[in-house]
């Protein structure tokens, strides 16, 4: 811009047609997230890069940070708010905070599989409560990926069957209301630690469990310091690919769609091995010495959908929403 300043107003139109509008201001686009480098959601990252980079040649710089060390897992939400952020990837735990309707997808045993997961997000349910994020917290979801289904995983040896044998069990939960709810719908004693630190509470014995998907049990090698892994299938859990609302605007429409494009072959990505990998690391584990085994999932399931039926939290869910997300098949 300060070039064709420079120049007389004939000679500005002939370097306006010949230099591409914005091969000078490359948008930044700083990505922030606790994931650890050997999880697919950090590993798809660099694919959404290279996307967007073969999409729209010069006009994105994309930064990825992962491990929190650019933002504390669960601030990214009011970061990408307060304009200190480009993008990141959430949880509805995350979005519950601000979206109360949103704290349906962050209730045990609603959705059924990865499947499941895609079709209601890709249905209007998802459609009517991305449009919810987008007006009331200025965030615009690019795509949603499956992080994985949640699963205990133990330092203690005694046997798990039903939430009753969770009793007094110090449960790692991510630190928010909403996660330590469905700790304590389980029938544990949740306590909030924040991922990075995961590891040494589970070393040092100031928890006794955590849970998390098991490819993320693999990539954060919490295997290395616990004893058994309990599937009991408690969340089929989801992560969104999210930009601040103030950076959306500022794009084209073709620069829109190739960011939207980019975040979908990231995803597309993501989903495919980690759905994979899913199916063949019971055997890892056990190799690794961990007992895994599936306790009485229909006592944990009954247990928890009462609880959160019976919850505060659900008189927020749109009426008739899970009703519609049953009925999707
Ligand atoms: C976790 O802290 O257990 C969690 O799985 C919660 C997710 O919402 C997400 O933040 C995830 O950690 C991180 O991306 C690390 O894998």
């Known amino acids: 811009l300060s070039r064709r300043l420079f120049i007389g107003t004939v ?11 914005h091969a000078a201001d490359p ?10 480098e050997a999880d697919w959601h950090a590993k798809m990252l660099p694919v959404f890069k290279q996307e967007l980079e073969k999409a729209a040649p010069g006009q994105f710089d994309v930064e990825i940070h992962l491990n929190g060390t650019l933002f504390k897992q669960g601030t990214e939400p009011a970061a ?7 993008m990141a990837m959430i949880s509805a735990f995350d979005i519950s905070k601000q979206v109360p309707e949103w704290s349906i997808f962050t209730a045990g045993y609603l959705l059924r599989n990865p499947d499941h997961q895609m079709k209601v997000f890709g249905s209007d349910v998802g ?3 991305y449009r919810l994020v987008e007006d009331k917290m200025g965030i615009k979801i690019l795509d949603v990926g499956y992080l994985g289904t949640r699963q205990l995983n133990l330092r203690t040896e005694k046997e798990v069957k039903t939430p009753a044998d969770l009793a007094g069990v110090k449960l790692r939960m991510p630190g928010s209301d909403t996660w330590l709810f469905l700790g304590k719908a389980l029938g544990a004693n949740p306590l909030p630690v924040a991922f990075g630190e995961i590891y040494t509470a589970l070393q040092t014995g100031a928890i006794d469990g955590q849970d998390n998907p098991l490819p993320t049990v693999r990539a954060a090698k919490f295997y290395e310091v616990t004893k058994q892994i309990v599937l009991t299938d408690h969340l089929v859990d989801a992560i969104f690919l999210s930009m601040a609302g103030s950076t959306w ?3 084209d429409d073709k620069q829109k769609a190739a960011v939207v494009n980019a975040a979908k072959a990231a995803v597309r990505f993501n989903n495919e091995n980690r759905i994979k990998e899913e199916t063949e690391l019971a055997d890892f584990f056990k190799a690794q010495g961990l007992k895994v085994y599936k306790p009485d999932v229909e006592a944990f399931r009954t247990q928890v959908q009462k609880t959160y039926l019976e919850s505060d939290l659900s008189k927020a869910w749109p009426k008739g929403m899970v009703d519609r997300i049953n009925a999707i098949k």
């Open 11 to 21: 000679a500005t139109a002939a370097i306006a047609a010949s230099v591409p509008a």
């Open 27 to 36: 948008v930044k686009l700083r990505i922030s997230t606790p994931a650890v």
């Open 80 to 86: 990408m708010q307060r304009g200190n952020l480009e």
């Open 127 to 129: 459609q009517e409560m």
């Open 249 to 251: 605007k500022k794009l």
